[in-house]
């Protein structure tokens, strides 16, 4: 049992630390962990070509890709984003729009999660754009005892936000409990249901 933690800030700061805190408590409940760091390298956005759909990956070949391909094999995600004039940072949306455009679906019934960082203030908002990519791609999402958020400005400052760490360790409790209740399931012989597709209604026409 695997879960995919991405590191959206440029830096090794905060937002690795309030990941940390997740990957420390799944691995005490048995649940393997690993860390990517999106970095500083640019991360193109969407191109809105399509290709995708015909290729099923992104025809630009980043990172992005390399991701997806360690997603489809996880069990669970969480995606950490640093805020950025109280939104998610750039990068990590356009990580995003192109990770789930170009996978289709791909990730459904994976339980995810999102942890927004900031200084003072961005947080709800940034968590609520987070989860967009997970409620529309049937992923449960995984929540905590209070809205995932983690507070501190330089790195190093978010060791201090003793109840936003708090918060990260029972967000991956509760993660580690879903996941091994979907395991329970499937040994059971229960697997998720199939889905109706045929009723795709565009305003323009
Ligand atoms: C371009 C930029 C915009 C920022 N905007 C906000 C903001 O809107 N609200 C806030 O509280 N902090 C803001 N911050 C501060 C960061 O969210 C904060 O330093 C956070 O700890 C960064 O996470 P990191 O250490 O993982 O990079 C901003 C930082 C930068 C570089």
Redesign the pocket.
Known sequence: MKVLLL?G???R????AALEECAGALNECGVETEIVDIGTQAVPGCRACGACHRLGRCVIDDAVNEFAEKLRAADGFIVGA?????SP?GSVISFLDRLFFSSRGGFAHKPAAAVA???????VASFDVLNKYFSISQMPIVTATYWNDVF????G??AADAEGLQTMRNLARNMAWMLKCIELGRANGLEPPANEHESVTNFIR
């Not at 640093?82 to 109280?86: I, M, Q, R, T």
């Open positions: 590191n800030s440029p830096r700061g905060n937002t690795r640093p805020v950025y004039y109280a940072n960082v900031a200084r003072r203030a961005g947080t501190g400005q330089v790195p400052q978010a």
